[in-house]
C-alpha cells in the first residue's frame, strides 16, 4: 500500500471538460494540478481548446453539457491550438503516469487531442480510483469525504485541484 512516503512524486492530475459525453465528442478544456512534492505547494494550469475545423463541422457538442460546464462555443475561438495544447501537457507532465477520474472519457479525450495535433503524449494516464485504493483505508476513506465535501466544478483546472487537495488530505490523514 502507498503512503505519503511511497507515493511517486511528483504528483499529476488531469481533468477534461468536453463537448458531450457522446460518440464524436472532443475535449474543449483541460486542466492540471501538479503537486512536486509533500512540502511544496500544487500549481494548477488550465486553458480552453479551440476546436479543429473537423471537430466543429463532425464532431458532437451537446447543450446539456453546455449547462453542466457552462463553456459556450463561442468562448473556444480565444483558446489554444490542438497542437499547442499537446506540446503545453507535454511539457508540463512530462513522463510517467498522470492521474485521472475521467477513465474511458479522459482517455478517449486524450487521443481525439493528440491526433489533432499529430503528436504524442510524453505520458500515460493512470486512474483515479486506482490511486485511491493504493491508501490506507483511513487515508483512502479521508480524501473521498474530502472530495464529497465540495461537489466538482466542472471546469478542468478547479476540478483537478480539488482531486490534488482531496488526495493531500488523504495522505496526511492520521
Known amino acids: ?4 512516503m511511497t507515493l511517486s512524486w511528483p504528483v499529476r492530475i488531469i481533468d477534461f471538460e468536453a463537448s458531450s459525453l457522446e460518440e464524436g465528442s472532443y ?3 483541460v486542466g492540471l494540478a501538479v503537486w512536486p512534492r509533500k512540502d511544496a505547494p500544487i500549481t494548477v494550469w488550465s ?12 464532431g458532437h457538442w451537446s447543450l446539456a453539457s453546455r449547462r453542466v460546464h457552462g ?3 463561442s468562448e473556444l ?6 497542437q499547442d495544447v499537446a506540446a503545453m501537457l507535454n511539457e ?6 498522470v492521474w485521472c477520474d ?5 482517455a478517449h479525450w486524450l487521443r481525439t487531442l493528440f491526433s489533432a495535433s499529430c503528436l504524442k503524449p ?23 469525504a474530502a472530495l464529497e465535501a465540495e461537489p466538482p466544478r466542472h471546469r478542468a483546472g478547479a476540478d483537478a485541484e480539488q482531486l490534488m487537495r482531496a488526495l493531500g488530505v488523504g495522505i496526511s490523514a492520521a
Open 92 to 97: 508540463k507532465l512530462g513522463s510517467g503516469l
Open 102 to 106: 475521467g477513465g474511458p472519457y479522459d
Open 77 to 82: 475561438a480565444a483558446g489554444m491550438a490542438t
Open 71 to 73: 463553456i459556450a462555443m
Open 47 to 58: 486553458t480552453l481548446i479551440r476546436p479543429t475545423d473537423d471537430w466543429r463541422s463532425f
Open 27 to 29: 475535449p474543449i478544456e
Open 122 to 144: 510524453t505520458f500515460a494516464l493512470g486512474n483515479w480510483s486506482a490511486l485511491l485504493l493504493s491508501l490506507p483505508d483511513a487515508h483512502r476513506e479521508s480524501a473521498m
Open 1 to 4: 500500500m502507498a503512503n505519503d
